[in-house]
């Protein structure tokens, strides 16, 4: 790993504390829609930067579709100086979400981007290296999975996945070390450069994916929303399964609610989990974020990963979920409240407090 | 059983009737959250009941939060005269939902609680006893699942299930006689009180649980929603599955609709069952109430159970369900409806029509 | 196939255009809660048709319900020249839905039909026709399932369906020829009147259904929802699947949203579509349509039906989808939006653009 030379928050800072009318911008892909519809119920301009085609089919949703444009030849043309410079120009605030980290980078965000980012930077390392989000769960406090150190450990069924989501496309599982070597062989042919695997217990149970809000001017922790991911292995019950390298890919997400008692739990885990962000990486976790756990009757809930940005699943509720009911008199989104917070913000001339 | 020696309707529609500003209270468990949300859209103060600690989670929601709570070491200590005293002064009126009924008990809401009750407190009586349950929903005309009298008699697959609801915990099947003899033993060693348990036949087909509200006020009842409990066993087909015992745990629920033209029964069926509940303890059902069907193509619906109070699936509809839609302009949840009905009653001095 | 003696499209225009209180009328099945819940929010008087016993159920759902009812004795006595005089009396536009057009018959409708009907009636004739189908989804150049010309030709599993959808019944999977004719001879045995079978490659993957409408006045195609249906399949997992003639039967629907970067070739798909129907059947498709799709991580969608009238998995959202938010502000069904697509024709005097 090369040492980071970051671009420090002051300078981020007071880029955004020039801005004399605000945009809200993010890559045309993941949540953007939600992102871009939120911003506008909350009166902001909307910034989309996207490639050759991507806009397309944003203007087919006109009150999700971003006001202008930036066509990039590819995602990551976004750190370009000169693209850079249109972007301050137009004064956009970037939202990160699960694409914007996967195709830009966490590092290039932080050591390249001088474009001012919703949210503490640093989040971002923390959620897309494997090690250090067990790291941060496990300082949370959190019930996690545990860790095959050695394939020649493997006893019972394993859940193996690699660096990076890619929404879940690649991870498998294996009951024995023979099974594994098998199975990996064949993955590295398909996939040259995936990283090194992680090996999990793998745990079976009901999932849920909790979407959390963290706002540092409320000072509060907000359960915004809950979904259910739909994996291809979630209709594999139909029909002799597919070959389990894509089991696992997820293709969409479905609602749920969760047994009233249990939120006492998950709420405890958000506070937790943003407790120990600001000690780990001060000042901590800003805005949205997502626990996805496993519940068990005889285990309770086990966190098997956390997202420290909006996740898809929030695509459920742009008017709102059954959370967001008990937090807001109005429809509110996790996009909105990504803008509603950035609004109270500029209102209180506290911008800084939430780029980091 | 002991015989009951019940508080009178008449003195608990007494003691309503005194109240000048009646608080909407509740035990801080199951369904709170969607009571007090809906009684503060009514206009109406709340009184929450918990345990130390409870009430933590209900400040994380500031929109379902009630206005006071008062403290109790256990739920059931909402008995003593003390406690009953204090809710008296605060003018509660108690909505009673699947874990109020679970820790305080039907019997001893009917022969202690002083405290009046939204509803028929007998209804909690014929929904707590699984064979007073069956009779009620074989009085309504509804197709209810054989019953398999002796396990002797066990061919092919059956359903076990013990008094008591506890979001299906403790629920399993079998398909012979050793093997039900087999897996009752194992579970009496972990559960040393549970009762006599019930053997059904194994019903297959797909589950719908339908949400109703009678009203006495507008005399009609209505279908406000409509959910699926997830159950452990519905993430079984992702390995292997669990221990059986613990596969019909109840973890959340999922929002669905159901054809069209099923509707008719479904209506019907509602209708039916405030019918025979007038025969069988007049007035009858006052309220919520929610009909648990599996439909299969040759055989139509099948009612396995009824739970004769809000159920926790309505969590999933605070702003209102693709039902209560056809029912009311304004986004309307069962809780809110429970509040509704008592507005309505106060309006109209007819509260006393909704305590017995 | 005999010729079909179409009553021409000018003379249904004239029809409608000399109504001078227009009421939306459907048959009291499938959709029509939401297509009056939609009219009457978009100001329309309604009108249902139903068999004796149809209305009741109706009534259950006051803001849904039509506001007169005429009575037939059976869903295609609609067609009898007395009951058609009624119908153009109360001035009513047709909207046809899945059971409107499986009782009363594509050729009916085209051929018998004098009340004038929303939307291109020629449509309805390539939805209930298998190979027509196929034809469509060929031209708008998407990917369909491989079907296979003989059943000496099977190999590996086959779905088998036979013209008409009902729901799902009847379809079963086969292996091998023999299981094939096995289960075809005892189909055979209770569905006397079934046409002849369609054999299709049976594909695993996530079950999408894509709900659309193309409006003519606005020129543009919209995404309205997306649902799955649910089958019973979908529970076959808790227990021994029944018989297999049986598992395909939808009885209801649960809502879905699908990964963003998705969306592209969704709209673009629908897209596809509208400008094939242009092509196949001028005008073309008007209003609601659904294409029934399965994503596969290794292959994207593959489009297996196309249903080209309101679908019953839109009775999900009568106050609007995750993805109707991004397009109106206020809550869109798409009932809502036929009636919408309706008044906007009138006030701008062009409603023979939407009847042909």
């Known amino acids: 790993m090369t040492t980071i030379k970051e671009i420090s928050a002051g300078e981020l800072q007071r880029t955004a504390s020039r801005y004399r009318r605000l945009a809200i911008g993010t890559l045309l892909s993941h949540s953007a829609l939600q992102i871009f519809h939120g911003a506008r119920l909350e009166g902001f301009p909307t910034l989309g930067i996207g490639?050759?085609?991507?806009?397309?089919?944003?203007?087919?949703?006109?009150?999700?579709?971003?006001?202008?444009?930036?066509?990039?030849?590819?995602?990551?043309?976004?750190?370009?100086?000169?693209?850079?410079?249109?972007?301050?120009?137009?004064?956009?605030?970037?939202?990160?979400?699960?694409s914007f980290v996967e195709y830009v980078g966490a590092d290039n965000i932080q050591e390249k981007l001088r474009v001012p980012c919703f949210g503490n930077r640093a989040t971002l390392a923390w959620e897309t290296d494997r090690a250090k989000q067990r790291e941060w769960l496990r300082r949370a406090g959190l019930p996690i999975p545990r860790e095959i150190p050695r394939p020649s450990d493997i006893r019972g069924k394993v859940f193996v996945k690699f660096p990076g989501a890619k929404g879940g496309h690649g991870a498998f599982t294996a009951k024995t070390p023979a099974e594994f070597k098998r199975k990996l062989a064949a993955f590295r042919r398909r996939n040259k450069n995936a990283g090194e695997?992680?090996?999990?217990?793998?745990?079976?149970?009901?999932?849920?994916?909790?979407?959390?809000?963290?706002?540092?001017?409320?000072?509060r922790t907000e359960i915004l929303g809950m979904d259910r991911r739909l994996e291809t292995v979630d209709e594999s019950y139909r029909n002799l399964p597919d070959p389990p390298e894509l089991e696992f890919t997820v293709s969409g997400?479905?609602?749920?609610?969760?047994?009233?008692?249990?939120?006492r739990d998950l709420v405890t885990a958000g506070d937790s989990v943003v407790a120990a962000s600001?000690?780990?990486?001060?000042?901590?976790?800003i805005g949205p974020f997502c626990l996805e756990s496993i519940y068990h009757p005889s285990r309770g809930f086990t966190y098997f990963e956390i997202s420290a940005r909006i996740v898809a699943g929030t695509n459920l509720y742009p008017t709102g979920s059954p959370y967001s009911a008990y937090l807001f008199e109005e429809p509110m989104s996790t996009g909105r409240r990504i803008a509603r917070e950035i609004k109270l913000a500029l209102e209180d001339k506290r911008l800084p407090e939430l780029v980091h």
């Open 51 to 98: 490639r050759p085609g991507d806009s397309g089919m944003y203007r087919a949703f006109p009150l999700a579709s971003p006001d202008r444009t930036l066509e990039v030849p590819r995602f990551d043309a976004l750190l370009r100086p000169a693209t850079q410079e249109k972007l301050l120009h137009r004064q956009a605030l970037l939202i990160p979400h699960g």
């Open 197 to 219: 695997p992680i090996l999990q217990e793998f745990l079976t149970g009901v999932r849920y994916y909790i979407h959390y809000f963290h706002s540092p001017l409320m000072e």
């Open 253 to 263: 997400n479905t609602p749920v609610v969760v047994r009233e008692k249990f939120l």
């Open 278 to 285: 600001r000690r780990l990486f001060p000042p901590g976790l």
